[in-house]
């Protein structure tokens, strides 16, 4: 029989590789907006912020300088006749320099909680609507501020009042989710037109791109009915080119292109007015609204047409880019491939499969990280999962190519300090790389349990390890040393994993692949832990439903109750407002996270189990008290902890 060669399988990877990224970075056609030569769109959303920097920059003496809003606006100038601010601090000079360009402007004034910045706020936006009256088309005081539970009704509708007052010749509206105008009827009145916000992505219950269009329809009839004798504006609407699924609704630059055309389309036909948000891709919303936050963009940061509004489209534009990336992760393979070893085809057709796949998840994930990492320390996560998924891909290779891969360690071993001192092979090795990517699939899962409105599925960093430890080690693993830790770890993916789907529904296909990906993980786990009693998990569970309870009525009962909002609205020195404002400045700054990962790391040094009690207690508090990063890794940090510890306890053998 024929027998290939390592250099010819690695040519054939490469080739296959090729062929791949090709063809999924081919472009798509997709269906045009309909428009007539030379029209122009309505109305764009405009922010001047590029890669590194963010509104809350101004504070710190940031200046956004008028060359920079005059090139974007002579850009924008080219396909649009209009564009929304959300502020007027720092864009003084939008108005003054879109008429330069011919575009009209919907001036935003940004209204907070905080009544002596919105009182500065109105004043400009007064000022400024004054100072241009000609490009001025609308002044629209606050942007879903009653969405962030900010301001009450009432108070909005009397700063509406202040503006139409003082600008009688200038319509004047509020901006605002839809929703959101139909829960507060004493807001409408105050205004001259209703802006209302439709996007399907976000939606309580997310609309897919197929249905999408049919449902701006269906909210836009509804708000017209419920609201009538209003003039309406959809303020907002559009897709993200990138970031997580939500049920059935999958960002994409081609899902971007088609609801955008589509929506355009039918709005010119039924005559309605829109704005798009928005024009250029934004990274610094990432912060707040996960990776598809920083992708709405008709154009990207450095202003670069995404060819969103005409022309084909791929969704892997920068597949040339990943085709590098594929072929140096095969490229290291290499030294493996060329030792002397005589394998049967069939066995070269696996290694080659394993190269192409491996590669090509390896590139994904990259690529994914790229979009959602938002500062230094989810670089360095995303550089650590890497490195992890990296490492199992060439020990798979080792494995295929007929190398003797020796069964990882059990944690207990891994964990007992005793064995530190003798054993430093291959097995100790394996073991901990292995318990590295348990690690982190726990971390991942419990981020998607707590934030799952934002948090990616980095599916493609996982696959590759899931498949290759279910493969080598297809025969059970038992040893003396197997214990609760295993078993706990499989429980806590199988059941996080399941309550991921359940939240997501199945729809979400992300969220399917990661549900697959968790069980591949967890099933070794529980199959090398036979026997082992489970009673220890009864005062984690304790913890963690109290903790759970307790921090959800802080939640909803002081932070986000309406109730709260107007009462402290009206008395904010009261002392439940003190108590919500002071816990307001606790979660800013995160101090509820760092305080638990602190107190989980000192459990782990110490080996204490009423310190890994609390620990995971005050974890759930960071978590359910607005998702603090460093809480995840405190309550996975001390679950492990109480699990060996549980472990070496006799009671529990």
């Known amino acids: 029989m024929t027998r290939l060669s390592g250099p010819i399988a690695y040519l054939l990877a490469l080739l296959l590789l090729v062929a791949l990224w090709s063809l999924l970075g081919q472009p798509r056609a997709v269906q045009p907006a309909g428009l007539t030569a030379g029209q122009k ?9 590029e890669k590194a920097q963010s509104p809350f920059d101004l504070d710190d003496g940031l200046t956004i300088s008028e060359r920079r809003i005059e090139q974007d606006l002579a850009l924008l100038s080219q396909r649009f006749e209009c ?29 907070s909680a905080d009544p002596v910045a919105t009182r500065k706020e109105l004043e400009r936006v007064i000022a400024l609507a004054k100072q241009h009256p000609a490009v001025v088309r609308a002044v629209i005081v606050g942007n879903e501020t009653l969405l962030r539970k900010e301001v009450t009704g009432a108070q909005l509708a009397s700063y509406l009042r202040q503006v139409k007052a003082a600008l009688p010749e200038v319509p004047v509206t509020y901006a605002d989710v839809w929703e959101f105008w139909l829960k507060h009827p004493e807001v409408a009145p105050a205004t001259d037109f209703v802006t209302i916000h439709i996007l399907p992505y976000w939606e309580d219950d997310p609309a897919s ?31 993200p080119s990138a970031g997580r699924m939500r049920e059935g609704a999958l960002p994409s630059l081609t899902n971007q292109a088609r609801f955008i055309r589509g929506f355009v389309q039918l709005a010119e036909q039924q005559g309605w007015q829109y704005n798009l948000i928005e024009a250029f ?45 594929s072929a140096f992760a095969v490229a290291l393979c290499l030294p493996l491939l060329i030792q002397p070893r005589r394998l049967p085809t069939a066995r070269w057709a696996l290694v080659i499969a394993t190269l192409v796949a491996g590669a090509l998840l390896l590139a994904m994930q990259a690529d994914q990280f790229s979009q ?27 494995a295929l190519t007929g190398g003797q891969i020796a069964p990882p360690l059990p944690i207990a071993t891994l964990l007992d300090p005793t064995a530190h001192r003798t054993r430093f092979d291959l097995p100790w090795l394996n073991g901990w790389l292995r318990a590295a990517i348990l690690f982190c699939a726990l971390v991942e899962n419990t981020g998607l349990v ?24 297809r025969r059970p693993v038992t040893s003396a040393n197997a214990s609760l830790i295993e078993r706990h770890i499989a429980l806590f993916l199988t059941f996080s994993a399941g309550f991921i789907l359940l939240n997501e529904t199945p729809l979400n296909l992300q969220a399917d692949l990661w549900l697959l990906v968790t069980l591949l993980l967890a099933w070794p786990l529980w199959r090398e832990s036979p026997g082992q009693r489970l009673s220890a998990l009864r005062p984690m569970l304790i913890a963690g ?89 405190a309550l996975v940090l001390a679950f492990l902890l109480l699990s060996w510890l549980a472990a070496r306890s006799p009671s529990t053998r």
Not at 87 to 96: D, F, I, Q, R, Y
Not at 217 to 232: D, N
Not at 374 to 397: D, H, K, Q
Request: with cysteine; aromatic share 12%.
């Open 41 to 49: 769109l309505q109305c764009v959303s405009y922010a001047p912020f």
């Open 83 to 111: 564009v929304r601010t959300y502020s007027v601090t720092g864009l003084e000079a939008v108005p003054k320099l879109a008429g330069k360009f011919g575009l009209k402007v919907l001036l935003g004034a940004w209204v």
């Open 450 to 473: 707590f934030n799952a409105r934002y948090l990616s599925f980095n599916s493609p960093a996982f696959v590759l390890p899931a498949l290759a430890y279910l493969w080598l080690f």
């Open 281 to 325: 891709d934004q990274p610094w919303k990432r912060i707040n609204e996960g990776a598809a936050g920083g992708y709405w963009g008709l154009y990207d940061t450095h202003r670069a047409d995404k060819g969103v509004l005409s022309g084909a489209v791929s969704h892997f534009a920068q597949w040339r880019t990943l085709l590098l990336l």
């Open 372 to 398: 959602s990492a938002r500062n230094g320390w989810e670089y360095a996560w995303a550089a650590f999962i890497m490195a992890l998924s990296l490492g199992v891909y060439l020990l798979t290779i080792q």
């Open 545 to 633: 439903v109290t903790a759970y309870a307790a921090t959800a009525s802080v939640r909803y009962g002081l932070m986000e109750s309406v109730e709260m909002v107007n009462r402290c609205a009206e008395a904010a020195h009261g002392l439940s407002c003190t108590l919500r404002t002071g816990m307001g400045l606790i979660i800013h700054w995160r101090l509820l996270g760092w305080l638990s990962l602190g107190i989980a790391l000192l459990a782990v040094t110490r080996r204490s189990r009423r310190l890994g009690i609390l620990a995971l207690m005050l974890g759930i508090l960071g978590l359910v008290l607005y998702n603090a990063a460093q809480a995840t890794f």
């Open 209 to 239: 791109i197929d249905t999408a269009i049919a449902h701006i329809s269906q909210v836009y009839g509804e708000v017209t009915e419920q609201i009538p004798g209003k003039r309406l504006l959809i303020g907002e609407t559009g897709w």
